[in-house]
């Protein structure tokens, strides 16, 4: 098949999934009221699940790429972490949502100035000390989380709970997060064949004319950026960064051009899919996302595994 | 097009591999590159690329500082083929050997006489990583000439290869120098660098080096003096009973 045919093919399976996604619940019989929760509750929510997705996706393709492994996923550097630690150091305070939120946000940028400034001297030639920082950052806050939720008021902890296994209910600005998402995937198309040059060692790289040190901070930024926005909005929803792009590279999603795209279609498909399962298997009450995604994607990715 | 070391002093921490070098590579040479593990000849590679900065003296390509040329216009004219191997995620061996015309931009190379040159054309189409250590190294080495480099640098490439792969490289070095380019090799082999080589280098990795021709430089007394002593005995021609 050739890779033209494939995206077509995620494409329609994004458009299904996000019918979906919509259908997904119980609707009133009051056709007014039915509109009104399709297009103010469950459309906004729908649309935000899929650009979640897609910037999980697309910035766990960056990483990959970045550390030239395929374990690298978004969270590696401590992003999930950091976020985690202020928004529940602001939920443990008592604090509303949207400065919950903020907090999140600044918690991440928090990690990854953290990380690139421990580690970031010799990303020219050699990832390993930055990934290794980040590594360590990831583990220091995830001791602090812990230490927070043992101290937390008990009242407070499903929420805190929620949070860091990533939920979808916070979500308020999926205009924004499309927004996100656009802008994203153009700056990493722009950067694609300079990506597939980048899989070769640094040293190989640079003779092609390739600015490596910059090329990578690039990288690093924008798979930052595009975490950290997801992570403001609805936690620390794990293993779409992980599973979509190594599942598409095995299934022969190779150059840049091609993958990128195909992980964010593939990426905001498997959320939306998620997110419709956790709203409604145990309706009316809902389950954290980030339990649905791993439990979807485990499977599948072992199955993949299995592939020669 | 002609790349000249001058004065150039490779250091690597507090020692000095390679004092004050003076090196022309003219147009239709082929240079070859000698010396025990860790005498510098990767790094002097790296610098003749400009991918480094020796600590004193300069590489100039034609009259022109190295280090004030684009990085991509360096790349349409210098290509290196670095030891090791890669470990990203590549689609085919086409996908992989394509890469090397990436300072071209997205002007489309037709691969096919590259492939029948380095014998993948029935690999064309597999996984990279399904590939043996000499098929990936043919890969590598055709992904160099997608590149079409007129200097082109080569670090230990007969490393994985067959005889008679090995031969069919010194002949793609023989012929890219007819062409007017200029390759530099590095080589363990005196035997190799006899035949195919029109200089050579010692690097003996104190500071010192010697230039010269194959036939004043590969003696028994100055290999021995290059790798140590006894070595000698390596090369020499056997009287014993062959093998076969």
Same mark, same amino acid.
């Given at each position: 098949?050739?890779?033209?045919?494939?995206?077509?093919?995620?494409?329609?399976?994004?458009?299904?999934?996000?019918?979906?996604?919509?259908?997904?619940?119980?609707?009133?019989?009051?056709?007014?009221?039915?509109?009104?929760?399709?297009?103010?509750?469950?459309?906004?929510?729908?649309?935000?699940?899929?650009?979640?997705?897609?910037?999980?996706?697309?910035?766990?393709?960056?990483?990959?790429?970045?550390?030239?492994?395929?374990?690298?996923?978004?969270?590696?550097?401590?992003?999930?972490?950091?976020?985690?630690?202020?928004?529940?150091?602001?939920?443990?305070?008592?604090?509303? &949502?949207?400065?919950?939120?903020?907090?999140?946000?600044?918690?991440?940028?928090?990690?990854?100035?953290?990380?690139?400034?421990?580690?970031?001297?010799?990303?020219?030639?050699?990832?390993?000390?930055?990934?290794?920082?980040?590594?360590?950052?990831?583990?220091?806050?995830?001791?602090?989380?812990?230490?927070?939720?043992?101290?937390?008021?008990?009242?407070?902890?499903?929420?805190?709970?929620?949070?860091?296994?990533?939920?979808?209910? &916070?979500?308020?600005?999926?205009?924004?997060? &499309?927004?996100?998402?656009?802008?994203?995937?153009?700056?990493?198309?722009?950067?694609?064949?300079?990506?597939?040059?980048?899989?070769?060692?640094?040293?190989?790289?640079?003779?092609?004319?390739?600015?490596?040190?910059?090329?990578? &901070?690039?990288?690093?930024?924008?798979?930052?950026?595009?975490?950290?926005?997801?992570?403001?909005?609805?936690?620390?929803?794990?293993?779409?960064?992980?599973?979509?792009?190594?599942?598409?590279?095995?299934?022969?999603?190779?150059?840049?051009?091609?993958?990128?795209?195909?992980?964010?279609?593939?990426?905001?498909?498997?959320?939306?899919?998620?997110?419709?399962?956790?709203?409604?298997?145990?309706?009316?009450?809902?389950?954290?996302?980030?339990?649905?995604?791993?439990?979807?994607?485990?499977?599948?990715?072992?199955?993949?595994?299995?592939?020669? | 097009?002609?790349?000249?070391?001058?004065?150039?002093?490779?250091? !690597?921490?507090?020692?000095?591999?390679?004092?004050?070098?003076?090196?022309?590579?003219?147009?239709?040479? !082929?240079?070859? $590159?000698?010396?025990?593990?860790?005498?510098?000849?990767?790094?002097?590679?790296?610098?003749?690329?400009?991918?480094? !900065?020796?600590?004193?003296?300069? $590489?100039?390509?034609?009259?022109?500082?190295?280090?004030?040329?684009?990085?991509?216009?360096?790349?349409?004219? $210098?290509?290196?083929?670095?030891?090791?191997? #890669?470990?990203?995620?590549?689609?085919?061996?086409?996908?992989?050997?394509?890469?090397?015309?990436?300072?071209?931009?997205?002007?489309?190379?037709?691969?096919?006489?590259?492939?029948?040159?380095?014998?993948?054309?029935?690999?064309?189409?597999?996984?990279?990583?399904?590939?043996?250590?000499? #098929?990936?190294?043919?890969?590598?080495?055709?992904?160099?000439?997608?590149?079409?480099?007129? $200097?082109?640098?080569?670090? #230990?490439?007969?490393?994985?290869?067959?005889?008679?792969?090995?031969?069919?490289?010194?002949?793609?070095?023989?012929?890219?120098?007819?062409?007017?380019?200029?390759?530099?090799?590095?080589?363990?082999?005196?035997?190799?660098?006899?035949?195919?080589?029109?200089?050579?280098?010692?690097?003996?990795?104190?500071?010192?080096?010697?230039?010269?021709?194959?036939?004043?430089?590969?003696?028994? !007394?100055?290999? #021995?003096?290059?790798?140590?002593?006894?070595?000698?005995?390596?090369?020499?021609?056997?009287?014993?009973?062959?093998?076969?």
């Amino acid at each position: 098949m050739s890779s033209a045919a494939k995206l077509l093919l995620l494409g329609l399976t994004a458009l299904l999934a996000l019918a979906l996604g919509l259908m997904a619940g119980a609707l009133p019989a009051d056709h007014e009221l039915a509109m009104q929760i399709l297009t103010e509750l469950r459309g906004p929510r729908v649309a935000a699940a899929f650009a979640c997705g897609g910037l999980l996706a697309l910035a766990g393709a960056l990483m990959q790429t970045l550390f030239r492994n395929p374990l690298a996923e978004p969270y590696l550097l401590g992003v999930s972490g950091g976020a985690g630690l202020l928004a529940l150091l602001g939920m443990a305070a008592g604090l509303a &949502w949207p400065w919950v939120s903020m907090l999140a946000f600044a918690g991440s940028l928090l990690a990854l100035a953290l990380a690139a400034a421990l580690g970031g001297r010799l990303l020219a030639r050699d990832h390993t000390p930055l990934l290794l920082a980040g590594v360590m950052l990831a583990a220091g806050f995830g001791a602090l989380i812990a230490l927070v939720l043992s101290v937390a008021p008990i009242e407070r902890l499903p929420g805190m709970l929620f949070f860091l296994m990533g939920d979808l209910a &916070w979500t308020s600005n999926p205009f924004m997060l &499309w927004a996100a998402l656009l802008l994203a995937v153009g700056a990493a198309l722009g950067l694609s064949r300079r990506l597939d040059v980048l899989q070769l060692s640094p040293l190989k790289a640079a003779s092609l004319g390739v600015t490596v040190a910059p090329t990578r &901070w690039m990288l690093f930024t924008l798979a930052g950026a595009c975490t950290a926005l997801v992570v403001a909005q609805a936690g620390s929803i794990g293993f779409v960064g992980l599973m979509v792009p190594h599942a598409l590279r095995k299934t022969g999603f190779a150059g840049h051009r091609v993958l990128l795209p195909a992980c964010v279609l593939a990426g905001g498909s498997l959320l939306v899919l998620a997110d419709a399962l956790a709203r409604t298997v145990i309706a009316p009450r809902e389950l954290p996302v980030g339990v649905l995604t791993a439990l979807l994607g485990v499977p599948m990715m072992l199955w993949l595994l299995r592939k020669p | 097009m002609s790349l000249v070391a001058h004065r150039v002093t490779l250091q !690597v921490g507090p020692r000095t591999l390679v004092d004050t070098l003076d090196l022309v590579l003219e147009p239709g040479e !082929v240079l070859g $590159i000698l010396g025990p593990n860790g005498a510098g000849k990767s790094t002097l590679i790296s610098m003749l690329a400009g991918l480094a !900065v020796p600590a004193c003296g300069q $590489i100039m390509l034609d009259n022109q500082p190295l280090a004030a040329l684009l990085p991509l216009t360096r790349a349409q004219h $210098i290509g290196v083929l670095p030891q090791g191997d #890669e470990g990203g995620f590549f689609g085919s061996v086409a996908d992989f050997v394509a890469l090397g015309h990436y300072p071209f931009g997205v002007t489309a190379l037709d691969l096919t006489p590259l492939f029948a040159a380095w014998e993948l054309a029935d690999l064309a189409h597999r996984p990279l990583d399904s590939l043996s250590g000499g #098929e990936r190294q043919r890969a590598r080495l055709a992904q160099l000439a997608a590149q079409q480099p007129r $200097i082109a640098l080569l670090d #230990e490439p007969l490393t994985h290869l067959d005889p008679a792969h090995q031969a069919r490289l010194l002949a793609w070095a023989r012929n890219e120098a007819d062409a007017g380019h200029s390759v530099v090799l590095t080589l363990h082999d005196p035997n190799w660098a006899a035949g195919h080589c029109d200089h050579l280098l010692f690097l003996y990795g104190d500071g010192r080096w010697q230039l010269g021709t194959p036939a004043a430089l590969l003696t028994p !007394v100055s290999l #021995e003096a290059l790798y140590g002593a006894g070595t000698a005995a390596l090369w020499r021609k056997s009287d014993r009973a062959q093998p076969v």
